[in-house]
């Protein structure tokens, strides 16, 4: 990997005495370097560096004054440390890349933060620490690079860290259009100690977002916090006697220690914090960026977003570290010290991806004659029938035509016309799979349920008569989504279960995403979030990698759209608005806006949940256009029940009760069993909230009724209500 020039600050500690040099690379052959030394008095140096902890742990961090009581200590840790010299040489240099080489008695000192009266050192150098040891290393084999790197992002491997979880998903996201130069694997929740060992010498570059522990009494012990202990100092010592380890690992880790404070350090930080870095450097890691303590969620996102950044763009690691510290000082302001949060050990000059040219070669364009052009087009033209002959779904040209017809009125929402040109591409050719699913999905959004499951298990008849698996699969999923709109959760799952095995027999990973993602909402609807966030993550990174197609896009929509609902149903309110804005701009560029209905009621029940009723209303009512537009009964019938929520929430009980009884009138007219139940629940707890005890009662038990079949957890929470009129 290229190399940018650095310059060297080498420092020996001998008793009380410093030696030091400042030497640039192009020095280092030469036979005759120049030192300077002088006595330090450690017990002043340790409580200098004793007040930069303290200053760093103070809970006010917007208080201007904290910066410039940082920039006194740490001026006097300069003018401590340094010969003149040494400080001469430091402010005149022209190169940004410091490599500190320092013994490991002096790890202590928070180097980083040396201010040199107008600037900190790691604000003004791109800074980086080697560490000198007494300690033998073992002989290491370091990795070897490719063109292609290899990414491993562990988050939230505790499943107690939201926000952890959020930072790895978007460094994930954020190497999407490094698409060809790295691949990203994304692990999160209920990461264990195997799973690291067995993994972890297979990538290049790290990145983990959790909690870390440091060991007081046994240095040993420090490590990643995981779902069944910790990672240890001493695991990464044994894995690094066989194997290569990653180039670069990022520990934006937390401390979670029992014995400080959360968010706090003590005294020995640095000595704590080199323990682990330590074991990995020994192991065969050149490079670890770790940090000292805790800070808050957004600043810790926004650093290691803004280092990636540009560490992709070909900047060097030290360079892109203090550009991500610059991007704190910026956002936050120097006096947070979030910025100081940082240490890189390593060379900082290294850079790991190779930088793009400025300039583009030009090319001297021949132009061919015209007979060779003719000849082109003619032979492009002959491939172009030839495939399309082979390509189409029938050897119906007609059908085929028609059935372009029916999906854009299916967009449009002309469902009666659909089902009319439906039924007459079938008369021609009842072997046209395609046009099953369209007109199974026209009748069921029309609340005909018997139409509805008639065509989807035409679908699957067809299918199985032609041998085509990939139609069979999808036949399955929608089959498991009738069922399970209609609050047969087991029957959805069988049909999910069976689409998802033969999707991955087949290698057919569009079904497969469809189906982990179906099974994924399966799996919301039964409370069981965290799996579902499991399901979501698998089926996100199938459609991401393959995004350029519209159908792997559409369905990253999708799986946004269902890690807000996740993020929703945690209450991260923030975290589930942003996964809604990214779907929704994904569905804009395949110009699906009908699928936005959804996007504008979770949005319109994010509002509800802070408070902010009418921009809910707003929303809401957005959606209830796109539905009616559609025809989309369905649909509407849920719309009018949220709608009428909303209402209740905000004590309109007349508009609440128009809402509700036309949701009932609707769930009713398509036969919907859970849009019944929950309709005849909602006027339960709006005539509760009026007063009216017995017409209360009398919807609770009608919802009661119809839940004892469909659903228990909402049958015993109906069982609360009623007797809580008693």
């Known amino acids: 990997m290229p190399q940018e020039s650095a310059i060297t600050l080498e420092i020996i500690r001998e008793g009380d005495i410093l030696k030091m040099s400042v030497s640039e690379h192009r020095e280092l052959s030469a036979t005759l370097r120049h030192y300077s030394q002088h006595k330090v008095d450690f017990s002043e140096v340790d409580k200098l560096c004793h007040e930069v902890t303290l200053l760093l742990n103070k809970p006010d961090l917007s208080d201007p004054s904290l910066s410039k009581s940082l920039e006194k200590t740490a001026h006097a840790l300069w003018d401590h440390l340094l010969t003149r010299s040494v400080k001469e040489k430091l402010r005149q240099s022209l190169n940004y890349n410091l490599l500190l080489e320092i013994d490991e008695e002096l790890i202590f000192i928070p180097w980083e933060l040396l201010y040199d009266g107008d600037n900190f050192l790691s604000l003004s150098f791109n800074l980086g ?43 994930r996201n954020q190497f999407d259009r490094k698409h060809r130069n790295i691949r990203i694997d994304f692990k999160s929740t209920n990461i264990d100690k195997l799973y690291v060992k067995k993994n972890i010498c297979d990538y290049d570059i790290v990145h983990f977002a959790g909690h870390c522990e440091y060991g007081y009494h046994n240095t040993k012990e420090s490590g990643w916090v995981l779902s069944d202990g910790n990672f240890s100092v001493q695991d990464i010592l044994r894995l690094g006697s066989g194997s290569s380890l990653p180039t670069l690992i990022f520990s934006n880790a937390c401390h979670s220690a029992p014995l400080s404070k959360e968010g706090l350090i003590d005294r020995d930080y640095q000595r704590k914090n080199y323990s682990l870095a330590g074991a990995f450097l020994f192991s065969g890691v050149r490079h670890y960026i770790g940090s000292i303590r805790k800070i808050e969620d957004t600043a810790s996102l926004a650093f290691a977003k803004e280092f ?31 910025w100081a ?112 499951i008639k065509y989807y298990f035409d679908y699957v008849l067809v299918a199985q008569k032609m041998n085509d698996s990939k ?44 189906a982990l993602r179906k099974l994924a909402v399966w799996n919301i609807d039964n409370n069981n979030n965290d799996l579902a966030l499991e399901l979501l993550i698998k089926s996100s990174e199938i459609n991401r990698q393959r995004q350029h197609l519209n159908a792997y896009r559409y369905n990253l929509a999708c799986d946004y759209f269902d890690i807000g609902l996740v993020f929703s149903n945690k209450n991260d309110f923030a975290a589930a608005e942003e996964f809604y ?71 309109r009980f007349i508009e609440a009760e128009s809402n ?61 209500e009623i007797l809580s009129l008693d």
């Open 129 to 171: 620490r080697l560490v000198r040891t007494q300690s033998k290393a073992p002989s290491l084999d370091y990795r070897s690079l490719s063109h292609v790197f290899k990414m491993l992002v562990l988050a939230n491997p505790t499943n107690d860290l939201k926000a952890s979880y959020f930072e790895g998903l978007n460094i």
């Open 308 to 338: 990636y950044h540009n560490l992709t763009l070909g900047k060097s690691l030290g360079a892109s570290l203090r550009l991500a510290r610059l991007r704190l000082v910026k956002d936050y302001g120097i006096s947070s010290m979030h």
């Open 341 to 452: 949060n940082y240490l890189l050990y390593g060379d900082p000059g290294f850079i790991l991806f190779k930088p793009k040219p400025n300039t583009k070669s030009k090319k001297k364009i021949v132009l061919p004659k015209k007979w060779l052009i003719r000849s082109l087009l003619i032979s492009l033209l002959t491939i172009a029938l030839i495939s399309l002959y082979f390509l189409l779904p029938t050897i119906n040209p007609s059908a085929y035509i028609l059935f372009l017809k029916s999906k854009a009125l299916f967009a449009k929402g002309a469902n009666q016309e659909v089902i009319t040109i439906g039924k007459n591409i079938i008369a021609k050719d009842k072997n046209f799979l395609d046009i099953y699913p369209i007109l199974a999905d026209t009748y069921h959004k029309l609340g005909d349920r018997d139409n509805a």
């Open 471 to 514: 139609h069979l699969a999808a036949a399955y999923i929608s089959i498991g989504w009738f069922y399970h709109l209609d609050g047969e959760y087991r029957k959805a799952k069988e049909f999910y279960d069976k689409a998802l095995n033969l999707s991955r027999k087949l290698k057919d990973k569009l079904n497969e995403a469809v």
């Open 581 to 651: 804005r990214k779907s929704r701009k994904l569905f804009e560029k395949v110009n699906l806006k009908n699928e936005l209905s959804d996007y504008y009621f979770n949005l319109g029940e994010l509002y509800s949940f802070e408070k902010q009723y009418e921009k809910a209303l707003v929303s809401y009512l957005t959606g209830l256009k796109i539905d009616r537009d559609q025809g989309n009964k369905r649909s509407l019938a849920s719309d009018y029940n949220m709608i009428g929520e909303l209402y209740l929430e905000m004590d």
């Open 660 to 720: 509700f009884n036309q949701a009932l009138t609707i769930s009713e007219e398509i036969g919907s069993r859970p849009g019944i139940a929950g309709t005849y629940y909602n006027l339960g707890i709006l005539y509760k909230k009026l007063g009216r005890k017995n017409r209360s009662k009398e919807n609770l038990r009608k919802a009661q009724e119809i839940y004892g079949v469909i659903d228990p957890s909402a049958y015993e929470e109906t069982k609360k």
